[in-house]
């Protein structure tokens, strides 16, 4: 049963969760079939990642869309990007508009790389985590704590 733990149980649970994380990693990365296991590791960080970019790139661009559509002072908003539209040279907008665009999915696509490869070190690293969690509040039982 989990409780609250004192500072020194939760400092005794974070390093072997951290010493079960790296171990697994080591494990997982050295060792005989290792170079098929980092192969396989490397194509599920890239389907991760451009499944997270995906996702991030659909949903901000949706959220742009509806924050300039339903959003606060959507009316408003609309009628500055029209007034810019219309004012602008049609090269200045078409640059400034490319530009946006750009910084969006280089942030979408930072953020899926980091997502991804997260992911796929954290299906390494999950087992061992969730063993090394167990083994603890096992011994913790046992000690009547």
Not at 122 to 128: K, L, M, N, S
Request: net charge positive; charged share 15%.
């Amino acid at each position: 049963m989990k409780h609250k733990l004192t500072k020194q149980q939760r400092k005794a649970l974070e390093q072997n969760t951290r010493r079960a994380a790296f171990g697994a990693l080591r494990a997982h990365f050295t060792g005989e079939g290792a170079v098929h296991r980092a192969c396989t590791s490397a194509k599920v960080a890239l389907y991760e990642s451009v499944s997270w970019f995906t996702k991030l790139l659909l949903i901000g661009s949706g959220a742009v869309l509806a924050g300039l559509l339903i959003g606060p002072d959507h009316e408003s908003n609309l009628h500055l990007v029209y007034a810019w539209v219309v004012a602008a040279p049609f090269d200045q907008v078409l640059e400034k508009s490319h530009a946006l665009f750009e910084s969006g999915v280089w942030m979408c696509a930072q953020a899926g790389v980091a997502l991804g490869i997260s992911h796929s070190l954290g299906r390494v690293t999950r087992p061992a985590i969730q063993g090394a969690e167990h083994k603890f509040y096992d011994v913790m039982a046992h000690q009547g704590l």
